[in-house]
C-alpha cells in the first residue's frame, strides 16, 4: 500500500511562500500530483508532474505561482507556492498512482497522504 505522508503546510500572509513536501515511495511514481480541498468545496487538482516525459500541469488559478518537483533520490514531492492569496487556504494533498499521468481529476489518482493545512491571511 502506497503512504504518502504531507508536511509543510502553515499560516503565512498573502504574498507570502511556502513549500510542501511530500514523503513516500515516489521513485516508483512517474506521474504524481497535488490537490487542495477548502471547506465545503470538492477537492480540486492545483498541479501535476508527468517525470518520464518532463511535463507539468497546473490549474489555471495557480499557474505562475506554483511550481511541482520532485527529487526521486529524497523520495520526495514538492510543491513550490509563492505569491500566496487568501483564496489559497486549504488542505493540501499530494497524490500517487496515477490512472491517467497528468491528470488533474480527483479520479485521476488511486493514493492520497492525509493532507497539510496551509492557511493564507490577508
Known amino acids: 500500500q502506497v503512504q504518502l505522508v504531507e508536511s509543510g503546510g502553515g499560516s503565512v500572509q498573502a504574498g507570502g511562500s511556502l513549500r510542501l513536501s511530500c514523503a513516500g515511495s515516489v521513485y516508483s511514481y512517474s506521474c504524481m500530483g497535488w490537490f487542495r480541498q477548502a471547506p465545503g468545496n470538492e477537492r480540486e487538482g492545483v498541479a501535476s508532474?508527468?517525470?518520464?516525459?518532463?511535463?507539468?500541469n497546473y490549474a489555471a488559478s495557480v499557474k505562475g505561482r506554483f511550481t511541482i518537483s520532485r527529487d526521486s533520490a529524497k523520495n520526495t514531492l514538492y510543491l513550490q507556492m509563492n505569491t500566496l492569496k487568501p483564496e489559497d487556504t486549504a488542505m493540501y494533498y499530494c497524490a500517487a498512482e496515477a490512472l491517467v499521468c497528468g491528470g488533474l481529476r480527483v479520479n485521476d489518482y488511486r493514493s492520497w497522504g492525509q493532507g497539510t493545512q496551509v492557511t493564507v491571511s490577508s
Open positions: 508532474i508527468y517525470a518520464g516525459a518532463g511535463r507539468t
